[in-house]
């Protein structure tokens, strides 16, 4: 089945510094997602990415759609302490009529000292 | 927009009880999805409605599992005759199209 590979698994970091993490499949998406979970609460999508190459940018975030499209990248730039949390990749097969299924990742959890 | 509601967010069950999940979603989102959450892990996917239509199950739903819609609104997740390895937390997202944007805050299921 398909599996992506989420990494790193977690990162410590100073406030201010950059971050960049990053998932690889096994299979080809079509669709590539970024979500971010705070304890206690549910994902909440940060980026959706649509074509090979893509870089989008959503504040500090930046997430780019490899090329190969069987990876995908995201950046925060110039942390703060309510980045603290469990970032996901997630990626979608998504054609007309076909599955709605997205495959996760197992989280990169990303610690931020002020 | 009060975002997607779940109910109970904690229950805590002995094994072979059968329980219930409601999902409230954001209005007029015609889509509707749950998944299942361990721990250390990233969120699996267990079944999509468009509006009451179910549409999509996976292989991890056994027959156990049941999922309604009944109205296009709210949804309900049953587990009948639960077993340890079902506790989890369980999510549910709405979205308008495409994919799930809004995740619910989960109901944790413990089983005992």
């Known amino acids: 089945g398909q599996q992506l590979n989420q990494s790193p698994q977690s990162m410590f970091i100073q406030e201010g510094e950059d971050v960049s993490m990053n998932c690889t499949s096994s299979s080809i998406f079509n669709t590539w997602l970024w979500y971010k979970q705070d304890p206690g609460e549910g994902p909440v999508l940060l980026i959706a990415l649509y074509k090979a190459g893509e870089l989008t940018s959503n504040g500090r975030l930046t997430a780019q759609f490899g090329i190969t499209r069987k990876d995908s990248f995201l950046n925060i730039s110039a942390s703060i302490p309510s980045d603290v949390g469990i970032y996901f990749c997630a990626g979608r097969w998504a054609v007309q009529g076909g599955s709605e299924k997205l495959v996760f990742g197992k989280g990169t959890k990303l610690t931020v000292n002020p | 927009d009060t975002g997607v509601s779940q109910d109970p967010r904690h229950k805590i069950t002995k094994r072979g009880q059968n329980v219930t999940f409601r999902c409230d979603p954001i209005s007029e989102h015609n889509r509707l999805y749950w998944y299942r959450q361990t721990l250390g892990q990233g969120p699996e996917f267990l079944t999509y409605?468009?509006?009451?239509?179910?549409?999509?199950k996976s292989r991890l739903l056994s027959d156990r599992f049941s999922a309604e819609r009944p109205k296009g609104s709210f949804s309900t997740l049953e587990i009948q005759r639960t077993e340890q390895g079902d506790s989890a937390m369980y999510l549910c997202?709405?979205?308008?199209?495409?994919?799930?944007?809004?995740f619910g805050a989960g109901t944790r299921l413990s089983v005992l």
């Open positions: 409605f468009q509006n009451e239509a179910q549409l999509e």
């Open positions: 997202a709405s979205s308008k199209g495409g994919h799930p944007a809004n």
